[in-house]
């Protein structure tokens, strides 16, 4: 993976390179994904830039952050101007959240519930980086979504990526047990390619779709980022 923004992209803020502690053991029994840092992960260093030119090209003000973690991606996108709430299951991230970020509103919710009325049709956008992967039912996900943005609005997605290429690499090297992390809890139970996502933003109507490669070349990318209007 990519190291971390410079510091003109992610403000003063100190940041070291951790995980949270579901990452760093390869079994954890727990209720939830448990969050042991505010750190920014290395993948929001890959996403940020094209996610703030999505937003700003866009005209975007409101932005959910759906499925947010422990904030610190929500952080990052408040920092740059932007009016941001933070969704979450994990009690552990929304806790370090909540204290770390107060500028942002942060409100714990799981995904296999109805999204909260006060959410519907109250965002210009809808941003989840690196979650769908860990849904058994992804399109729960697709439906908050849709549920939480306005008309015209902008869905932006990231999650791993999963090519031919790629995962002929990850069977040469023996990375796929790394990659696919068979035995945490609450780790990757989803695995998208190019076309798989696509079908998915249609199915949702989804309109205009922006697919881009993010971390090495496009092939071996380290993740994949599709955004679509609502319509």
């Not at 042991?36 to 993948?43: A, P």
């Not at 260093?45 to 003000?61: C, D, H, I, N, Q």
């Not at 904030?71 to 990052?76: P, Q």
């Not at 799981?110 to 058994?136: C, F, Q, R």
């Amino acid at each position: 993976m990519a190291g971390y923004l410079p510091n003109r992209f992610l403000g003063a803020r100190t940041h070291m390179k951790s995980k949270p502690l579901t990452d760093q053991r390869s079994s954890i029994s727990s209720d939830e994904f448990i969050w042991s840092s505010t750190d920014s992960t290395d993948v929001h260093g890959l996403v940020l830039p094209s996610l703030l030119e999505r937003l700003r090209r866009a005209g975007s003000r409101a932005v959910l952050d759906l499925g947010c973690g422990n904030g610190s991606l929500s952080a990052r996108i408040a920092d740059n101007g932007f009016v941001v709430t933070g969704l979450e299951h994990s009690s552990s991230g929304i806790a370090m959240a909540s204290q770390a970020f107060p500028k942002v509103i942060f409100q714990q919710y799981d995904i296999g519930t109805p999204l909260p009325e006060a959410h519907h049709a109250a965002y210009d956008a809808v941003v989840s980086v690196e979650v769908i992967e860990h849904l058994l039912l992804p399109r729960r996900l697709m439906d908050a979504a849709m549920l939480a943005l306005k008309p015209g609005g902008i869905f932006y997605l990231t999650t791993p990526y999963h090519g031919y290429l790629k995962n002929l690499a990850l069977a040469l090297t023996n990375k796929f047990d790394d990659h696919w992390h068979p035995l945490r809890d609450y780790g990757h139970v989803k695995f998208f390619s190019r076309r798989t996502l696509v079908q998915l933003f249609e199915e949702f109507n989804l309109q205009d779709l922006e697919i881009r490669h993010l971390g090495r070349i496009a092939p071996f990318a380290c993740s994949i980022a599709i955004s679509g209007i609502k319509k």
